[in-house]
């Protein structure tokens, strides 16, 4: 029997007995193979008849001693064009992430810092006597508790954070930026760039203002003279008022006469010049005393600071001996220490 003409094939081995249903094509697959593996002399009767169950789809029946002698029946072949989907992808297996707890919304600046200021002024006033008739009017600030530095400051303005809590003392402070007219009775000169009698005076530096108070201390006796910190000026311009407070009149004017008093009673804290403190420069509030005192630490007495410029926040800094024709100042008087 050759290879092209057999519809039976039988194999028999030791303990072992396989018959097979072949077609001619499956025929001609299998002894090729088989010529192949015995060629390379790696061919038994096992691996022949491995060699057909793996490479054909014919029926198939084996005898084995101890065994039911039954194949299981063969795998459907796919038809020829049939396209098997692949199988399903499964998703990687979600890892579960514990949810994270909003952090707590930032406080804000008015919660931070809450004002216990009085809204008016106590009525009490206090005069200097220059001489030739000239005078110099002061009010008293009354004892409280404000927020110094701004609730929401723009780009570029850190200088006004952080917005803390500062208590200050009673202090009576100039109704009127110092005038011309002031000045010229104490110094006996008038160095201002635009003159006017009820101008008030500037092109003055921080020097010579330390100047006109000292001789100031020695006409009147009765208060010590200075100029204002930062807190009492801001205290003082705020008159109460938590809110942020601006002007934009900057125009130089006569003292009184353009912007009404504010709660305090004071005139032009947010117009006119800009207005000398004790104060030396800082870059912004991170170590501020809280009691109303001068910062007098931590930084070159090279430049001090001024407040004004329409807004109540504003903080400006120069050199100490520097006089511009927008710079000014008032005056603040306390009880002389003995």
């Not at 005076?201 to 003279?225: F, H, K």
Request: charged fraction near 20%; hydrophobic fraction near 35%.
């Amino acid at each position: 029997m050759t290879k092209r003409d057999f519809g039976v094939l039988r194999m028999s081995a030791p303990k072992v007995q396989a018959s097979f249903s072949l077609s001619p094509h499956q025929g001609d697959i299998f002894f090729a193979r088989l010529k192949i593996m015995r060629n390379q002399k790696r061919v038994t009767w096992l691996t022949s008849l491995l060699a057909l169950l793996f490479l054909t789809s014919g029926s198939a029946s084996v005898h084995a001693q101890g065994g039911t002698g039954k194949m299981p029946p063969p795998m459907p072949r796919p038809a020829p064009n049939l396209r098997i989907p692949p199988p399903p992808t499964m998703p990687p297996p979600t890892r579960r992430v514990p949810k994270k707890s909003a952090p707590p919304a930032r406080p804000s600046p008015s919660q931070l810092c809450s004002a216990d200021s009085p809204k008016q002024a106590t009525g009490r006033t206090h005069s200097v006597n220059l001489g030739g008739g000239v005078k110099l009017e002061m009010v008293e600030v009354p004892a409280g508790s404000f927020c110094m530095g701004s609730r929401d400051p723009k780009p570029g303005f850190g200088d006004q954070l952080p917005r803390h809590r500062v208590t200050v003392p009673a202090f009576y402070i100039g109704k009127y930026e110092v005038t011309q007219t002031q000045w010229r009775a104490v110094m006996g000169n008038n160095p201002s760039s635009l003159q006017g009698d009820d101008l008030p005076v500037e092109q003055v530096s921080w020097n010579d203002a330390q100047q006109y108070i000292s001789r100031l201390n020695q006409i009147s006796r009765d208060m010590t003279y200075r100029l204002p910190t930062e807190a009492e000026w801001e205290y003082a311009c705020r008159a109460g008022n938590d809110e942020e407070i601006m002007e934009t009149d900057s125009e130089i004017h006569a003292v009184g006469t353009r912007l009404r008093p504010n709660a305090f009673g004071l005139s032009d804290m947010l117009a006119n010049v800009y207005e000398w403190c004790l104060d030396l420069e800082h870059d912004d509030y991170s170590g501020a005393p809280t009691n109303g005192a001068a910062w007098l630490s931590g930084a070159s007495s090279k430049k001090r600071m001024l407040r004004g410029g329409g807004d109540c926040a504003f903080r400006r800094r120069n050199p100490s001996t520097a006089s511009y024709s927008s710079d000014g100042f008032r005056i603040v008087a306390v009880a002389r220490t003995r």
